[in-house]
C-alpha cells in the first residue's frame, strides 16, 4: 500500500511558466514533507521542507503547499528554468518515540520537463 | 557533493550470488540509511543504523543484512541474490536535530547492481 503517492509520472512545462508538481499520502502520522530533486546519474538532493503544522514554505522559487484535511502537498516552482529539468520525489517522514528519526517514505517521481 | 561516498558505482553478478555494497556518512552524521529503487517501486526504505546500533527496517528482504562499523561508515550485504534484486541502492545519512522540524538525510551517488 503506497502511503505516498505522485500520481503524475511527467508534467512538461514552458520556460518562465509556474511548475506545479503534487502529492497525496495517506498517513496523518507524519512529521514533515520534504521534496527531492534527482538528475540521472545522481543521489536525490534535498530541495525544500514543510512541517505538517504549517501550510506553506518558501524558499526563492520554490513553495510547497500543504493542505492536512486533503492529505495532499504540492510544489511550485515560479518562473521555471532549463536547470529545473529533473525527476522529482515526494517524500514523508516523522521523528519516533526514540528521539531519532524514520526512514523516509517516497513517491515514485514525478519526471518534470522544461521545455524552451 | 552531498558528502555522502558509495563504492562501488556499479556492480554486476549472477543470480545466487553475494555482495557487498559500501557507504560513508557525511562526517559528523551518526545515522544512516539504506533505500533501493526499483523501476517498479520507487525509492524504498531498507534499514536505518544509528552509532552502530538497528534502529529502523523498512521493506528489507531477510536475504538483506546491514551493519555499521565503528568508523561509522555502513554496509549492506545482499545474498542470493535474485533477477529481481537488480535496482539503485542508495545511502544517506543524516544529523538528527529534533530542533529542527524536519530530519534532512543527504543521499550518496548510488550503486547500480545489476544480477544476470
Known amino acids: 500500500d503506497q502511503q505516498v503517492k505522485q500520481n503524475s509520472p511527467s508534467l512538461s512545462v514552458q520556460e518562465g511558466r509556474i511548475s506545479i508538481l503534487n502529492c497525496d499520502y495517506t498517513n496523518s502520522m507524519f512529521d514533515y514533507f520534504l521534496w527531492y530533486k534527482k538528475y540521472p546519474a545522481e543521489g536525490p538532493t534535498f530541495l525544500i521542507s514543510?512541517?505538517?503544522?504549517?501550510d506553506k514554505n518558501e524558499d526563492g522559487r520554490f513553495t510547497v503547499f500543504l493542505n492536512k484535511s486533503a492529505k495532499h502537498l504540492s510544489l511550485h516552482i515560479v518562473p521555471s528554468q532549463p536547470g529545473d529539468s529533473a525527476v522529482y520525489f515526494c517524500?514523508?517522514?516523522?521523528?519516533?518515540?526514540?528521539?531519532?528519526?524514520?526512514?523516509?517514505?517516497f513517491g515514485k517521481g514525478t519526471h518534470l520537463i522544461i521545455q524552451p | 557533493d552531498s558528502g555522502v561516498t558509495q563504492t562501488p558505482k556499479h556492480l554486476i553478478t549472477a543470480t545466487g550470488q553475494r555482495v557487498t555494497l559500501r557507504c560513508s556518512p557525511r562526517?559528523?552524521?551518526?545515522?544512516v540509511y539504506w533505500y533501493q529503487q526499483s523501476l517498479d517501486q520507487g525509492l524504498q526504505f531498507l534499514i536505518q543504523?544509528?552509532?552502530?546500533?538497528?534502529?529502523a527496517k523498512g521493506n528489507i528482504l531477510e536475504r538483506f543484512s546491514a551493519q555499521q562499523f565503528p568508523d561509522l561508515h555502513s554496509e549492506l550485504n545482499l545474498s542470493s541474490l535474485e533477477l529481481g534484486d537488480s535496482a539503485l541502492y542508495f545511502c544517506?545519512?543524516?544529523?538528527?536535530?529534533?530542533?529542527?522540524?524536519?530530519?534532512?538525510?543527504?543521499f550518496g551517488p548510488g550503486t547500480r547492481l545489476t544480477v544476470l
Open positions: 562526517s559528523g552524521d551518526l545515522s
Open positions: 543504523y544509528y552509532n552502530g546500533e538497528e534502529r
Open positions: 517524500a514523508a517522514g516523522g521523528f519516533n518515540s526514540g528521539g531519532g528519526a524514520d526512514g523516509l517514505t
Open positions: 544517506a545519512s543524516s544529523v538528527v536535530d529534533r530542533r529542527q522540524y524536519y530530519n534532512e538525510q543527504f
Open positions: 514543510i512541517s505538517s503544522i504549517k
